[in-house]
């Protein structure tokens, strides 16, 4: 009966912290309530968007509507330079980031706003990690921000490459898996490999026609048939035999071996530094197949850490992190007699779990701005609080009903519910912001410009937002631009579209020289520019034309409108490495036809 008729925003988000506090009070240690307020006093001369709103959660106030009452108060004016709540709607994640980017070196023009003031927020920050790195590490906030709540395995490469290297042993060792190892530079200095060794290794690899497999026995293990061909066995030989003799001898040896001459000089090195990497992996699965002690398999795990991985300054803390985790598996197993036999499978979920924790020993706030996780106890007041990713479908989660879980007969206050627990995290989010509060979605795809719809927490503050200010419904939401460099954040016209990347306003000031043949100042709105013409359909189309139409359009237009041609192979996606050559292309008959006319001539 108290909310009713009272503040929209408390009734809809706030059961959870409703719930908890009459579920207290219920205590009768806790039933007196202290007289001091816990509140900042709100003063009329700060009656900001921002202010408002948190005040009218604070006194349970509705705005707005044809409701009566004591709890109803009318709609306040709206000032147009009041951009202390700004909605933002992008077309994808690094569009998100990339606004926020500009945001924020906006916001810090006001020299009482520094970086330590400033915290950002995502229903799950490992997704923006990437863009955030590419966007504020290449930009004039490299250097003032840093992650916050990142499990082990998301923080330390060292440990997703441990368990990379441990999952090798059930996979079919395709060359992606292998290369995707060599990656890691701790793991490529312990085996004496260089970044342009690499670049050496995949030409070899790939003349070398290694796809999958170790050998034929191991092929006969995945799928029944034992064969060698395009399988690391061969290849490797191949590549041996072509190093050690000579072609015209190489004729004499094994006829079911043909050697590659790819390897001379002093690559020699490289290639028997790469073939005991390989063997040593090839070995592990064989010592990780049977079950063992959980002391004993913590032993043998480090002993993988010391072979695979060298210690040195740049690489020893996240080494020391992969240990301490075994160690710590080692400890339980002592406290609690473990003295059965664990299955490799099992130990593997043991160590995603531990590596799943969140990192104790790294500290929340680092001074700069704070990217974390919208998780309980981060909604601290800061002056600037931005939340990204309030995409409907990804936020708030979803409440999956178990058909085993005796919760769902009865009830009561405080069940766990990942739905309510998200939309009490934004409504404590939204009274943290002191100053600004930013928020992001992704509202427009960025591949046919359809609309989605916000996130529901994010869509009620709109809503409350409408009724609470006279403003226009188009002015809640900022709509962004699908590309960085549109004209409309260098041009003017529109004071809420801006940006301060000086890349994206040189690639803005080629594309309207290209279009116009003059400056950026020539070119007005979007509407005005150029389209690209477009061919009418023709009358008849050949069965092979109506196919490569409909598999890959983008190439269709390309070669039929733009006459680009190029060869299969400059098209063939990477992830296609993997698999046996079933055929072969134009190139590759022809370079076929000159080895054969080459060795009948001998």
Not at 91 to 116: G, N, Y
């Amino acid at each position: 009966g108290v909310l009713a008729g009272g503040n929209p925003l408390l009734a809809s988000l706030g059961t959870r912290g409703r719930d908890f506090f009459s579920l207290m009070m219920e205590i009768p240690e806790t039933s007196i309530a202290e007289e001091n307020s816990c509140f900042e006093p709100f003063s009329a001369e700060r009656t900001s968007m921002l202010g408002a709103i948190q005040q009218d959660v604070l006194e349970n106030r509705r705005r707005g509507g044809f409701s009566s009452g004591r709890n109803f108060m009318p709609p306040l004016a709206h000032n147009s330079a009041d951009h202390s709540i700004a909605i933002h709607n992008c077309h994808s994640a690094l569009r998100e980031v990339e606004v926020l980017h500009d945001q924020l070196l906006a916001l810090l023009q006001d020299r009482r706003i520094q970086p330590r003031d400033i915290i950002v927020m995502a229903p799950d920050i490992t997704v923006y990690e990437p863009y955030v790195n590419a966007v504020f590490g290449t930009g004039k906030l490299k250097n003032s921000y840093a992650f916050s709540d990142r499990s082990i395995r998301d923080s330390n490469r060292t440990a997703a490459a441990f368990l990379s290297l441990l999952k090798l042993r059930n996979s079919k060792y395709e060359i992606s898996a292998v290369f995707d190892l060599l990656e890691h530079p701790a793991l490529r200095r312990r085996w004496g490999l260089s970044d342009s060794d690499l670049n050496l290794m995949r030409q070899w690899i790939a003349a070398s026609g290694i796809r999958w497999g170790v050998d034929a026995e191991h092929r006969e293990e995945l799928c029944g048939v034992g064969f060698e061909e395009y399988s690391w066995e061969q290849g490797l030989d191949r590549l041996l035999l072509g190093y050690a003799v000579l072609r015209d001898e190489a004729e004499q040896g094994r006829e079911e071996v043909v050697s590659l001459d790819a390897v001379e000089g002093s690559d020699a090195e490289t290639l028997g530094a790469f073939i005991r990497f390989v063997q040593a992996l090839f070995s592990l699965r064989e010592r990780l197949a049977s079950a063992r002690p959980l002391e004993s398999w913590c032993e043998l795990l480090l002993a993988v850490t010391d072979e695979f991985f060298l210690s040195d300054e740049d690489s020893y803390l996240e080494l020391s992190a992969v240990r301490g985790t075994l160690r710590q598996l080692a400890e339980y197993g002592q406290e609690l007699g473990l003295a059965e036999e664990l299955s490799p499978e099992l130990i593997l979920s043991l160590l995603e779990n531990g590596f799943g924790e969140l990192n104790a020993s790294e500290s929340f706030l680092h001074g700069g701005i704070t990217f974390c996780s919208l998780v309980p106890m981060r909604s601290i007041p800061m002056k600037v609080v931005a939340i990204l990713g309030l995409r409907d479908g990804t936020f708030p989660r979803r409440d999956i009903a178990i058909g085993f879980s005796l919760l769902a007969r009865e009830k009561r206050k405080l069940d766990p519910s990942p739905n309510l627990e998200d939309r009490y995290l934004f409504l404590e989010s939204v009274l943290a912001a002191r100053e600004n509060l930013l928020l992001f979605y992704q509202g427009r795809d960025c591949r046919g410009d359809k609309e989605y719809p916000p996130a529901s927490p994010l869509a009620e503050l709109i809503d409350t937002l409408g009724a609470s200010f006279h403003i226009a419904p188009e002015k809640l939401v900022i709509e962004h631009r699908l590309q960085a460099f549109e004209f409309d954040y260098f041009n003017g016209r529109n004071p809420e579209l801006f940006s301060f990347s000086e890349t994206n306003f040189m690639a803005a000031a080629a594309l309207a020289k290209t279009l116009t043949g003059k400056g950026l100042s020539s070119c007005g709105v979007r509407e005005s520019l150029p389209f690209c013409e477009v061919q009418s359909p023709p009358g008849e189309m050949s069965l092979r034309n109506l196919e490569e139409f409909f598999c890959a359009p983008q190439a269709y237009y390309l070669r039929q409108a733009a006459g680009l041609q190029y060869t299969d192979s400059a098209r063939q996606p990477p992830e296609q490495e993997n698999d046996e050559p079933l055929a072969l292309n134009g190139l590759e008959k022809y370079a076929v036809g000159n080895s054969v006319m080459d060795w009948m001539q001998r």
